[in-house]
């Protein structure tokens, strides 16, 4: 048995290359470049989301980039946001938001988790 | 640090020479409890950056200017809280009357060329500092390890960063703007308001608002980055001679491996190289799988860790500071951390490794050790005195107030000051004992907040009982 969880642990490693298929993540600046169309939320995105949400290190699902955000969309909207709000795994209570009204934090998970192209900004 | 492709190497090595060895920490720790997303009367939760701190602010406001905060000091519920990036794990920020959020006011609005100073407005990230100031040839002298606080957040903590001759943030302002509760506004420095710029300078948001920041800077330089990996009494032996001889160094322990990872920045007038991206959430995670897989069985986990670390090579990358003094850390955690009398550190972490190898072979998240000059706020954890820091961290997930009780003591028992967004247990009647003008701060302080508007229930035990 315990043989056994060493050697599933070892497959796990392996094939952790070898998962969904993921988009391709594109290039810092063309991250950098992308912003909500409206003032209000560009403000909001650029002071806190794209803190993390724009940088391939931080680990966190990538502005624009569909595989990253399929998993988690797929539970719904409202456990999406329920996470954002509350805060779940990397992700902090409310992005960090601290001027976001939940109708702001929904919109920011809109424009975030729409795919885009690349090299799209 | 490590690479991945190390670590599952070493998970193979390690499953097929103790074949039957089960992993302690089989599964991820669950996701701690999270709060209701709103209270019942529709206010929205508000925690910190880990988690662990809380609140339902009634009143939420992200003022334009200084007119619009002056006004909001004055009607506002208290008690009126300013929040930075959430990233102190004390509780400074949660109140049940106003979160401010200085979000807005954000970005340089002078500078002097030749005095090398910048004025900033308080709510800039020093994510974003860094580039603004790159493009005016100025450069902070130092710069904390994490880059998503506001400056004025930072300054108000004594967030600091590492170098024996070099100061936290608020040791290189040379003044601020202060908006008080009665929404009167002061220009601070240490000619017109000697005493409020003393006690002030580190405030805790106690004092009132800071709006802008007037900063000493350095000419823009670039500096060679580089990661070494050292046996932990070489390390410590040699402490003294590499705070000596470099501008910013520091070093983590990395637990159960008998190694320190030693980062040292000095100035360079090499060409910048490329810097690949980073590595130290990856590495970070390995050390929680080689918890995971060989916690049971410390001589193993060290034996094993120095097999593979002793393969790893140096790491050198040249750039400006501002790009490589402060990373991005994703992976949430809590953190202790104290600033001790210099010649007294080495022999507190000493003592704190070994409680830690012998009590608890849950943790594997590096010590940090580092080091700061002396300076003059009053409530600075630095004031008059030369510091050495230890800090100690645990996953987010998992328990951390055992083990900072375990270590809190060894810390109070060297002279330790605690950071003041760190979590720690002292109380007035403490920091009265560790900071010489901490009665003149608290009088201060009152005299500027008499009804105490700033005060959440935290800093009432701070300053008041």
């Known amino acids: 048995m315990r043989h056994a969880m060493c050697i599933i642990t070892l497959a796990g ?34 002071q806190s989301c794209a803190a993390c949400h724009a940088h391939a290190e931080a680990g966190a699902p990538l502005v624009g980039v569909g595989s990253d955000w399929q998993a988690r969309t797929a539970q719904g909207d409202a456990v999406l946001l329920r996470h954002a709000l509350e805060g779940y795994n990397g992700m902090p209570a409310g992005g960090q938001c601290f001027a976001c009204t939940p109708d702001d934090i929904a919109a920011l998970i809109r424009f975030m988790s729409t795919p885009l192209p690349p090299t799209a900004t | 640090m490590v690479s991945r492709r190390a670590l599952v190497l070493l998970m193979g090595g390690t499953a097929a020479a103790g074949a039957g060895a089960a992993a302690i920490w089989p599964r991820e720790a669950p996701e701690p409890p999270a709060p209701p997303a709103m209270d019942a009367q529709g206010h929205t939760v508000w925690r910190n950056w880990s988690g662990i701190q809380m609140a339902y602010p009634q009143a939420r406001a992200a003022p334009a200017n200084e007119d619009e905060l002056a006004d909001l000091l004055r009607k506002s519920p208290g008690p009126l809280r300013c929040v930075g990036a959430g990233h102190s794990f004390m509780p400074l920020v949660p109140t049940p009357g106003t979160l ?4 807005r006011f954000d970005g340089i609005t002078a500078h002097d060329p030749v005095a090398l100073t910048a004025t900033v407005r308080a709510g800039t990230r020093l994510s974003t500092l860094g580039r603004a100031l790159a493009a005016i040839g100025q450069d902070m002298p130092n710069l904390p390890d994490i880059n998503k606080q506001s400056l004025a957040g930072a300054i108000s903590t004594a967030t600091h ?3 024996e001759a070099l100061h936290a943030i608020h040791g290189n302002i040379t003044g601020f703007r202060l908006v008080t509760a009665d929404g009167k506004i002061t220009d601070c420095d240490a000619v017109r308001t000697p005493e409020l710029f003393a006690a002030a300078k580190v405030g805790l948001g106690a004092f009132g608002v800071i709006t802008s920041v007037t900063l000493r800077n350095a000419p823009m330089r670039r500096v060679e980055r580089l990661v070494r990996l050292m046996p932990v009494e070489d390390t410590m032996h040699n402490w003294p001679a590499l705070k000596a001889q470099n501008r910013n160094v520091e070093f983590y322990y990395l637990p159960f491996t008998g190694t320190t990872a030693v980062i040292t920045h000095n100035e360079t007038d090499q060409p ?15 050390l929680k799988h080689l918890r995971d897989w060989l916690g049971w069985s410390p001589n193993l986990r060290r034996t094993v860790a120095r097999r593979i670390l002793q393969t790893v090579p140096p790491e050198r990358v040249v750039g400006e500071a501002w790009q490589l003094l402060s990373n991005e850390r994703s992976i949430r955690f809590n953190e202790m951390e104290f600033h ?7 022999a507190a972490l000493r003592e704190i490794i070994t409680a830690i190898e012998i009590n608890r072979p849950d943790v594997f998240f590096p010590i940090e050790a580092r080091a700061i000059a002396e300076d003059d706020a009053w409530l600075s954890p630095f004031y008059q005195r030369a510091s050495g820091s230890i800090a100690v961290h645990a996953y987010y ?3 951390y107030k055992s083990l900072f009780a375990m270590i809190e003591p060894i810390l109070r028992r060297y002279g ?10 002292l109380s007035k009647i403490d920091f009265a004992s560790l900071y010489p003008r901490f009665a003149e701060a608290a009088a201060v302080r009152k005299s500027v907040d008499p009804e105490g508007r700033f005060l959440n229930d935290y800093l009432q035990r701070v300053f008041v009982s």
């Not at chain 2, 330790?416 to 247990?425: E, I, M, V, Y």
């Open chain 2, 100 to 103: 401010i959020t200085l979000d």
């Open chain 2, 416 to 425: 330790g000051r605690p950071h003041w967004g760190k979590l720690n247990h």
């Open chain 1, 13 to 46: 490693f392996v094939l952790a290359g070898c998962g969904a298929k993921k988009d391709p993540v594109p290039a810092a600046d063309i991250l950098a470049a992308r912003h909500p169309a409206n003032l209000r939320l560009s403000l909001l995105y650029g």
């Open chain 2, 272 to 286: 910048a190289t490329p810097r690949a991206p980073s590595v130290d959430n990856d590495t970070l995670l390995d």
């Open chain 2, 340 to 346: 001790l009398p210099a010649e007294v550190q080495m």
């Open chain 2, 161 to 163: 960063g590492t170098g």
């Open chain 2, 397 to 399: 997930k998992e328990d």
